[in-house]
């Protein structure tokens, strides 16, 4: 007997979210949260802060297209020469921990 149902395949309910560098679609928890605040621009690691967020990949190469434009671009704001030191800074101790 053969318990098999139709083709469909199974839907999961996983978050996705898109890379703002690469575009790449992913499941959300391979992606960091970037928020704007009224301070700035930050990483939500806890993907909890209000504010308009993106994501981006923990790699060298979307995380510098994104602090090169492609962040301004999907948060509606330019960064600053701190926006940007704070979010290199923190790639770099990510990195480095690993
Ligand atoms: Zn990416």
């Given at each position: 007997?053969?318990?098999?149902?139709?083709?469909?395949?199974?839907?999961?309910?996983?978050?996705?979210?898109?890379?703002?560098?690469?575009?790449?679609?992913?499941?959300?928890?391979?992606?960091?949260?970037?928020?704007?605040?009224?301070?700035?621009?930050?990483?939500?690691?806890?993907?909890?802060?209000?504010?308009?967020?993106?994501?981006?990949?923990?790699?060298?190469?979307c995380w510098q297209r994104g602090l090169r434009g492609a962040l301004d671009k999907a948060l509606r704001t330019a960064l600053t020469a701190e926006d940007r030191e704070r979010l290199e800074?923190?790639?770099?101790?990510?990195?480095?921990?690993?």
């Amino acid at each position: 007997m053969s318990k098999a149902k139709s083709a469909a395949p199974r839907v999961k309910h996983v978050p996705q979210r898109t890379c703002v560098a690469c575009r790449a679609v992913q499941a959300k928890r391979t992606l960091v949260r970037l928020v704007r605040t009224p301070e700035g621009v930050f990483v939500d690691e806890q993907g909890k802060r209000p504010g308009r967020g993106a994501y981006l990949h923990l790699e060298a190469e979307c995380w510098q297209r994104g602090l090169r434009g492609a962040l301004d671009k999907a948060l509606r704001t330019a960064l600053t020469a701190e926006d940007r030191e704070r979010l290199e800074g923190y790639y770099r101790s990510v990195v480095e921990k690993n």
